[in-house]
């Protein structure tokens, strides 16, 4: 017996606006008005070097000289078009997150015509009711899409990566486009489907390497033997999208091995970077999954689970069977990383969210009221303690807030914003009657157990990044420094060699538009000009001086992050 039970009148689908205006709130805080920080510095420095250079930083990712070939160009491609396009009104910063805009509608937009697809077969629809009354199957359909895109917004992984110009969030939305397709597909096996299939792995590969689309592929070809696809055609059409994915690869490693720019190619690197990432699973790799993931994949991953539980019974179960066998190759390939990073986690995440998606309707009444409850006392605690802290800051009282809000940005002088507290109260009033509206309500919508923890999570983001964004600028951005710095540097000066780091240098090109040395450069021999980044706790001024070449050279300037207290940056001109 199927576990799912329901009356149409539980598939009442989420207006299109409420949908829309729900995306809007969640993408835009975050990217409008806040400095490039040094989690994202780094990605936006390559793009901004791509849309200021030419053909060989196009080929060459690089950051004012320094090399970034750890991911792949697509990301940064899409970034310096967009500065290319609408810098000149929005600024280079926020014209390279209009490319997030279009990866965050992307992965959502795919999530729900893939949950919509499974949604309409036949062995996920609900127990036919005696008297009648079950919903239609595109009625169905579309509920469970909803869901699906309620359940990812609501996940905190995702809130943490889709506002950053990072390469891991291209990844996240291209697995998101990849089970789609795969959907397709599945439901009909043509060389067109497997094509496409192969160009969604192919921006893939040009993403964050091989790796994962090797594996999804794989994957993908074991599902084929769960849902009767013909040995020879799955093979078959499996060739395909693996010709198209390494067709699309070569749009770049083509005429980056047949141009060399810079006078080499970044391929080599980029392949063996890729490479050392696969090793044997390791505790390390373990308890950093665990650790993690139970709070990046919340509240996805106790549906998912549910879901598993509660369908585990049935057969030929594309809804289940599918998502779970990618989640399963996706999550072998992240243990063995033996250095996992937060971010890969995020690819996991599509597939998470469209089972629990499909756990969600199997559930008892009981535990969707203790969730929307939970969701209540606990986020609105929330978005009161944020307010709280924000009046605490603005006037002093109480004291311990005021203390506690502002120690952590010495030198920073709160202030007033019109815009950002209109919008903070709009969106705390809309959360309100959000509130009302649910405990008012009589219909058991299917949605409803989710739509408070995903517009919870969005109010306390819009609350963070509006009347606490000022002070995060001031803690995060390397803005100030760069200025500071600027102004030491002698305007004849030729160019400048650095030990800092990828989101250091990125900075300090934009907002100080300091010359470092190209790419081309070695290290310590062409520049009058050396700036190092060290540490107070572990500098050694010695070895710094004798790699750099900095003995009998002149201190033009010092300093740092007014929030950092650790860190220190040098500025010398070297002796003649």
């Known amino acids: 017996m199927k576990p799912v039970r329901l009356p149409a009148a539980a598939t009442l689908a989420l207006p299109r606006w409420a949908l829309f205006a729900l995306g809007l709130l969640y993408i835009l805080p975050g990217l409008i008005g806040r400095d490039p920080w040094k989690d994202d510095a780094g990605s936006f420095g390559i793009m901004w070097t791509m849309a200021r250079g030419g053909l060989n930083d196009w080929l060459y990712p690089n950051i004012a000289g320094l090399p970034a070939l750890e991911d792949g160009p697509l990301t940064f491609w899409l970034g310096a078009v967009c500065i290319k396009l609408f810098g000149w009104i929005l600024g280079d910063v926020l014209a390279a997150r209009v490319s997030n805009i ?55 992984g995702l809130l943490l990566y889709s ?82 994915a390494l067709a699309l690869t070569l749009v770049w490693v083509l005429p980056t091995t047949l141009i060399q720019p810079y006078g080499d190619s970044p391929v080599a690197s980029w392949f063996g970077t890729n490479m050392a990432q696969l090793a044997m699973p390791s505790w390390t790799s373990v308890k950093a999954f665990f650790r993690i993931g139970v709070w990046f994949f919340w509240p996805a991953w106790p549906f998912a689970g549910w879901a598993i539980w509660a369908w585990r019974r049935q057969e030929n179960m594309l809804h289940i069977v599918l998502p779970l066998t990618f989640l399963g190759a996706l999550t072998l390939l992240f243990l063995c990383d033996p250095t996992p990073e937060n971010g890969d986690l995020l690819k996991l995440l599509p597939p998470l969210a469209l089972m629990a998606a499909f756990g969600l309707p199997t559930m008892k009444r009981g535990a969707i009221n203790a ?201 010398y001109r070297r002796a003649p």
């Open 102 to 156: 279009g990866i965050f509608v992307m992965g959502g937009m795919s999530l729900w015509y893939t949950a919509f697809h499974l949604g309409r077969r036949p062995e996920a629809q609900p127990l036919r009711l005696a008297f009648g009354g079950q919903p239609e199957p595109d009625a169905y359909g579309r509920t469970l899409a909803d869901t699906t895109v309620l359940i990812y917004l609501g996940s905190l």
């Open 163 to 244: 506002h950053e110009t990072l390469a891991v969030t291209l990844q996240g939305s291209l697995v998101a486009y990849f089970l789609y397709r795969a959907v397709r597909y599945i439901e009909t096996a043509s060389v067109r489907n497997a094509a496409l299939v192969g160009l969604s792995l192919g921006a893939l590969t040009l993403t964050r390497g091989p790796l994962s689309p090797i594996v999804l592929l794989l994957a993908l070809l074991l599902c084929t033997r769960f849902f009767r696809v013909p040995a020879g055609d799955a093979l078959r059409h499996m060739g395909v999208a693996a010709a198209a």
């Open 371 to 571: 969730i929307d409850w939970f969701s209540v006392m606990a986020l609105t605690t929330l978005a009161a303690l944020v307010w709280l802290f924000w009046i605490a800051k603005l006037t002093g009282w109480p004291a311990k807030l005021s203390h506690n809000a502002l120690k952590l940005v010495p030198g920073f002088v709160p202030e007033f914003g019109i815009v950002a507290f209109t919008v903070a109260a709009a969106v705390s009033i809309g959360w309100i009657w959000l509130v009302r509206w649910r405990v008012s309500r009589q219909r058991t919508v299917l949605w409803r157990a989710v739509v408070l923890s995903s517009s919870g999570l969005i109010l306390l983001w819009v609350l963070l990044m509006t009347l606490f964004l000022p002070d995060l600028n001031y803690s995060k951005s390397y803005a100030g420094v760069a200025q500071a710095l600027a102004a030491k540097l002698p305007h004849d000066a030729n160019c400048i060699d650095s030990n800092v780091g990828p989101a250091q240098r990125a900075s300090f090109a934009y907002y100080g538009r300091l010359p470092f040395a190209g790419v081309e450069g070695i290290e310590g021999s062409q520049c009058d000009y050396v700036l190092l980044h060290d540490s107070f706790k572990t500098r050694d001024d010695r070895t710094l001086s004798r790699t750099w070449g900095t003995r009998g050279a002149t201190l033009l300037w010092e300093g740092r992050r007014a929030s950092d207290r650790d860190e220190r940056f040098r500025l």
